[in-house]
């Protein structure tokens, strides 16, 4: 009767809105690790000295957090694109645009001869956010490496 429904329905409902939040958490994932991987290949230089994107090796500048205001705005509690946002130089010399209604900020932090790529979200919008990263450092052979994606609060 109505008590198996309320039992189902608190065993369900939090297994369903965990599963939503880490299927949302798949787009900050999946960015970052485009935005790392583009980073990597902005710093490698051809045999001319000269990288992809025409700087002498360096990684793109820092740049904050993309858009400015959280995702938690509106019904619909999420960023609607923007194509200004990411007319930064440093996000076209990642080559990083969302053009998709999408969930979570994103920033790029020039640290000389390393860089993190970051992603924040607040799925609930409670005010607490979670953070991915993921890091790269240039080498003394001049290659770049990725650190591992490292998440906090995943589910917030």
Do not use: M
Not at 70 to 84: I, L, N, W
Not at 137 to 143: A, T, Y
Request: charged share 25%; glycine share 8%; proline share 6%.
């Amino acid at each position: 009767g109505a008590s198996t429904t309320g039992i189902l329905a608190a065993v369900a409902i939090p297994s369903f809105v965990k599963y939503i939040r880490r299927s949302k958490a798949t787009e900050a994932r999946s960015n970052i690790s485009k935005l790392a991987i583009a980073a990597k290949f902005s710093h490698q230089v051809d045999d001319s000295g000269v990288t992809p994107s025409g700087q002498a090796g360096k990684f793109p500048k820092t740049v904050a957090w993309t858009p400015a205001k959280s995702c938690c705005r509106g019904e619909v509690k999420r960023c609607t694109p923007d194509p200004a946002d990411w007319e930064n130089p440093t996000w076209k010399a990642l080559n990083f645009a969302l053009r998709d209604p999408f969930y979570y900020q994103y920033r790029f932090l020039n640290q000389g001869k390393r860089f993190v790529v970051e992603a924040r979200g607040d799925l609930d919008c409670d005010g607490e956010f979670s953070l991915y990263r993921l890091t790269g450092e240039l080498q003394q052979d001049g290659g770049v490496t990725l650190g591992t994606l490292e998440a906090e609060r995943p589910e917030e």
